[in-house]
């Protein structure tokens, strides 16, 4: 990391002004001063101090990644990862029935993506996040959700399909969307956590 200057939101197909604007926010709740930039080429991850992997498309942003030189760059970013719904799909290390791309393996973890079905399967719940005293009302839409974690990921919150919430290190994975919830708290507690 050459700069850590920046929160970077990946910004090639999602919920990309979502991302942006919770993570202002945030960083305005918590009283700091960073900014936050879209990231459409590879050379701009190298000035992060984090990188945002938004839902959308995993199929699309992979693809896109791949096209835009992104894939290494990603996998040796030294920075804090927020990776969501599909942001999780495409940094898994194994993928349950997907063979159209490799994920990027950021984390021992195996998802199965469309666990819910499609976008009529989607769905809201309270979530209990380790480290919360108040539940998470989470928002799932065509929802992944990790089906093992190696021994080094911290599990934060489960349902009965699977882990929604994992981590590691300066890692957050989510396989819901926290950017649409109005609760800022998974932006201030992935940028607490990072530079804490």
Do not use: W
């Not at 700091?32 to 991850?45: G, S």
């Amino acid at each position: 990391m050459a700069g850590n200057a920046a929160v970077g939101v990946l910004a090639l197909q999602g919920d990309v002004s979502e991302h942006i604007s919770a993570f202002e926010s945030a960083i305005q709740n918590l009283g700091l001063n960073i900014p936050v930039v879209p990231v459409r080429k590879a050379e701009q991850i190298l000035d992060l101090m984090a990188l945002a992997i938004p839902g959308g498309e995993s199929t699309t942003i992979m693809r896109l990644i791949e096209k835009n030189g992104m894939r290494n760059i990603i996998q040796n970013f030294k920075g804090g990862i927020f990776a969501t719904c599909a942001g999780m799909v495409v940094s898994a290390r194994d993928l349950i029935n997907e063979t159209r791309f490799t994920p990027l393996d950021l984390l021992d973890i195996t998802v199965n993506r469309n666990a819910f079905g499609r976008q009529r399967e989607s769905f809201e719940a309270d979530l209990q996040i380790s480290g919360f005293d108040t539940p998470f009302h989470a928002i799932f839409i065509r929802a992944p959700v990790i089906t093992r974690a190696g021994p080094d990921v911290t599990i934060l919150a489960e349902i009965p399909q699977g882990i929604v919430a994992a981590k590691k290190g300066k890692k957050l994975i989510l396989s819901f969307h926290p950017e649409i919830s109005h609760d800022l708290r998974m932006h201030e507690y992935f940028l607490k956590d990072m530079l804490g």
